[in-house]
């Protein structure tokens, strides 16, 4: 199974961005997904996750109201919509695949991540 995420680049504050993470190797239906972050320095930390089915989701407080994730299970594709960015939001996000839970042991595979940088 690959995963790979694509979408990051360089965004002002208050600026939007749309990550994909695009799956292969098998249907995407199979797994819950999840999004996570890693700034320099820091820990690499939950960001949401989302059902197998897309019908639940879940978020890290900091994000609530500002990102939204989904999925195309008939794409093999899952999306972390983020809107209203900040600074603190700068990271390499990762997408991974496996169980719904915001602990990274749940998740057996990860793809390479890409860059966010929010700047002015």
């Known amino acids: 199974v690959q995963l790979v995420e694509s979408g990051g680049g360089l965004v002002q504050p208050g600026g939007s961005l749309r990550l994909s993470c695009a799956v292969s190797?098998?249907?995407?239906?199979?797994?819950?997904m999840g999004w996570f972050r890693q700034a320099p320095g820091k820990e690499r930390e939950f960001v949401a996750s989302?059902?197998?089915?897309?019908?639940?989701?879940d978020y890290v407080d900091s994000v609530k109201g500002r990102f939204t994730t989904s999925r195309d299970n008939a794409k093999n594709t899952v999306y972390l919509q983020m809107g209203s960015l900040k600074p603190e939001d700068t990271a390499v996000y990762y997408c991974?695949?496996?169980?719904?839970?915001?602990?990274?042991?749940?998740?057996?595979?990860w793809g390479q991540g890409t860059q966010v940088i929010v700047s002015s």
């Open positions: 989302i059902t197998r089915s897309g019908g639940t989701t």
């Open positions: 991974a695949a496996g169980r719904y839970s915001r602990d990274t042991a749940e998740y057996v595979y």
């Open positions: 190797g098998r249907t995407v239906s199979t797994y819950a």
